[in-house]
């Protein structure tokens, strides 16, 4: 069963942010906007829609998430997927490096309760088909706000190659096809679709 829209994908993006953050109003089902995901993403491919870095720098907190069965079938958008559960907030972090190079840093933060688990590490945005690449470095964990454990992320990979010497096929990485000042969209390498509100 294929969904229609009785809205434009962005009012209902627009509408999943701003109800996501405001407890008490309504949002859209998940069918729904899973469709205006792919809605949006079929646009962005099809007009070779270009997204400048600096609509992606900043704090976004991951608001819903469909996996790869989400996809057109015969023509047609097939899948769902789910609101994250306000218990668990999820953060993701694009910022310039420090350093002035052209380089990226991510940062990726869950916080359960008193539990905060982060991920960092570079990240860089070639401009091509829209696709962030990164590379997580770096864990840090704490309680409470004290650390209980930090340390490097093993990758074998990464041993060998220095992490701008690496091909995007080899990273994980997000292909944006949406981004305003509410919210981002894009599918990760898995095949999964993803929205972050701004945090």
């Not at 829209?5 to 701003?18: D, F, G, M, Y």
């Not at 933060?109 to 997580?136: H, M, Q, S, V, W």
């Not at 074998?156 to 701008?164: H, V």
């Amino acid at each position: 069963m294929t969904q229609t829209l009785n809205q434009s994908p962005q009012s209902l993006l627009r509408e999943a942010a701003h109800g996501f953050l405001e407890s008490g109003k309504p949002l859209p089902s998940g069918k729904e906007l899973t469709t205006g995901l792919l809605e949006l993403e079929r646009t962005a491919k099809q007009t070779k829609q270009n997204l400048p870095v600096e609509a992606l720098l900043g704090t976004w907190r991951l608001c819903f998430s469909a996996g790869k069965k989400a996809k057109f079938q015969s023509g047609l958008p097939v899948g769902s997927g789910f609101y994250v559960p306000k218990l668990a907030i999820a953060r993701i972090t694009f910022a310039t490096d420090d350093t002035g190079e052209s380089q990226l840093k991510v940062t990726n933060e869950l916080n359960i309760g008193p539990l905060t688990i982060r991920f960092t590490g570079p990240a860089r945005y070639p401009g091509k088909k829209n696709l962030l690449a990164f590379d997580f470095t770096h864990l840090q964990v704490s309680c409470f706000g004290l650390a209980v454990y930090q340390g490097k992320v093993q990758n074998k990979k990464r041993a060998d190659n220095p992490f701008e010497a690496m091909a995007i096929a080899q990273l994980p990485f997000f292909a944006f096809f949406a981004a305003t000042d509410d919210y981002i969209a894009a599918r990760g390498r898995g095949g999964g679709l993803a929205v972050w509100v701004k945090a």
